[in-house]
Each structure stands twice: as C-alpha cells, then as structure tokens.
C-alpha cells in the first residue's frame, strides 16, 4: 500500500517561477497549493548567455515567498528544477550555488530533453492519453514538443526558441511589423523542421497544450464565454485564431484591455501565439486540448 508524501516542486521557468505543494499517493498527485510568481528571468540576459542582477533578486524574492510557503505545508521533500535560461546562462552554476546557499534547494538544471520527459509525467497526471499525442510546452526560453502514448515517450526534443529569445530576436515594433511576423514563421518553420519530419510518421496525432500560454488561451476563451478558465479543455483552431489575431494585431496598449488577458503576458504573448499559431499550421492541427498538468506536476513524482 502506497504511503502518502507531500513535497513541494519549483520550477524556476525563464518567465515565471512556479510553486506546487501536493501530496503524493504512488503516481497520484493532489494539488494542496500553487503559486506562480512572474520572475522573468531570463529578462535583458538570455540572448547575451547570461542572468543578470536584476533578474537574480527578482528569482530570490520569488524563493523566499515560495520557502514561506513550503515551512507553513509543512512538505517533506522539494524538489526545483532550473530550464533554459540557467542551462544557457554563463553565470548559471554560481546562481544555483547561491539559490543553495541561501534556502539549502537542490536546483538540477534540467537539459532540454530530461525537461521534455519530466513534462510528459506531468500532463498524464491531469489528462489521460489514450492514442498518440504531440505534447506542446512552451516556455521563455525552450519550447518541448513530446510524442507519446498512454505508455511511454515515442519521440522528444527541447528547441532553444522560447518566446523571451523570440521576442527578442523579432518583437521590435508595436504591433509587431508583418515582415518580423512572417521571419519569425520562416524562422520557426527551420528550426523545427525535426519536429515536421518525426509528425508525418504519425497520423491524427491529437494535439495537447500544457503551461503558460495554454494557460492564457483558457483564460481569454472563459472570459470570451463567461465560465471557469479551469474548465477550459479544448479549444478549436478556429477560436484560437481569433484571439491569435488580437494578441499580435493590436498595440501593447490594447492588449491590456483583452478580457482574460493578464498584464505579466501582455509582451510574451506576441512571440508565444506566433510560434503556436505557426506549429498549429503546419501540423494542420484542428483543436487544442489543453493540460493543467507540466513540468512542476512531473517534478514532484520523481
């Protein structure tokens, strides 16, 4: 008979640092408490290899309320994973050190793959995957795209193409210009050419969201329709390209009035819906299925 165990997970995410405490019964994982902080981490230093100052006291801020947090649950275990804007970061090592010398956390930077992994344990704790599926994470400075079964992990790659690195490289006007908009598209199109190659061995692969901009879509579709962003599980392509629409159409001014649409991802939110909106085209995906469950859902079953 399985015990039950709480721990706590973070993951220390290029934008957004995100707490869960829960407990654990073998693979069952009951969520007690989630926080997200928006750290941007990878602010004014991804693209340069580096983290800066700012950023570090803004993740130790974060870490504070996060262990606060963790004392009052009461978790046994914590487990913190750093992603792409640490692994990338020349300073990298020194700010893991720190974070250790400060709040005694393991922090294991995570490399694209083994983060692509821990993902697809955390979506099968909230969405069950009965035929193959393409699992889609995109964060600030990675993108994780996972094929899988009920069973196991088919196919898995990380890109170094998050929205940070691609807000930096082509978000330079407001709106975005259409000549940065379809750079971006080209861009994205090469870079993932792996991804287009290993899809077409597949057929129907249903299409599954997890993390932030999952999260947002759900966000602006429940305040568009007036119900629980929550109960949000699917999302045609059609819905989607209506909101897409807003997000890269409309002046940073604008997009603070979009129902549902919360100022921490008024920026990442060109780059994000651009890269989704491109990888749903070229994938000719047709609906959405978006998944609560991700990285910290995966961290805290390892």
């Not at 690195?165 to 210009?177: A, G, K, M, T, V």
């Not at 597949?202 to 007036?226: M, N, P, R, W």
């Not at 060109?270 to 990888?279: E, G, M, Q, T």
């Not at 609906?287 to 390892?302: A, K, P, T």
Request: glycine share 8%.
């Amino acid at each position: 008979m399985n015990e039950l165990t709480r721990k706590a997970s973070i993951d220390m995410g290029t934008n957004t640092f995100q707490l869960l405490i829960a407990d654990i019964i073998g693979d069952k994982v009951e969520t007690v408490f989630t926080q997200d902080i928006f750290v941007r981490l990878g602010k004014g230093g991804i693209s340069n290899g580096e983290i800066t100052e700012e950023a570090m006291q803004r993740a130790f801020d974060a870490l504070d309320k996060f262990q606060k947090v963790i004392k009052e649950n009461k978790a046994e275990e914590v487990k913190v994973a750093a992603t792409s804007a640490v692994r990338s970061a020349s300073n990298g090592e020194a700010f893991i050190q720190d974070i250790y010398n400060r709040y005694g956390f393991v922090v294991n930077i995570l490399s694209g793959v083994e983060e692509a992994e821990v993902i697809y344990k955390g979506v099968k704790t909230d969405t069950a995957i009965q035929d193959t599926a393409i699992i889609m994470d995109i964060g600030g400075g990675s993108v994780e795209f996972i094929i899988g079964d009920a069973e196991k992990v088919l196919w898995k790659q990380s890109f170094e193409i998050g929205a940070q690195r691609l807000y930096d490289q082509f978000c330079h006007e407001d709106p975005i210009s259409s000549e940065n908009s379809e750079k971006l598209g080209a861009y994205i199109k090469e870079k993932l050419s792996p991804l287009l190659e290993e899809s077409e061995k597949f057929s129907a692969l249903k299409f599954i969201g997890a993390a932030g901009t999952f999260q947002t879509i759900q966000e602006v579709y429940g305040a568009i329709h007036d119900c629980k962003p929550s109960s949000v599980k699917n999302v045609s392509y059609e819905e989607y390209k209506n909101m897409h629409h807003k997000f890269v159409g409309y002046t940073r001014e604008q997009r603070f009035e979009i129902p549902g649409l919360i100022p921490q991802r008024v920026d990442m939110i060109v780059p994000a819906s651009l890269l989704l909106f491109n990888v749903l085209t070229l994938l000719k995906v047709k609906e959405i299925h978006i998944s609560s469950g991700s990285l910290r859902e995966g961290l805290v079953l390892l």
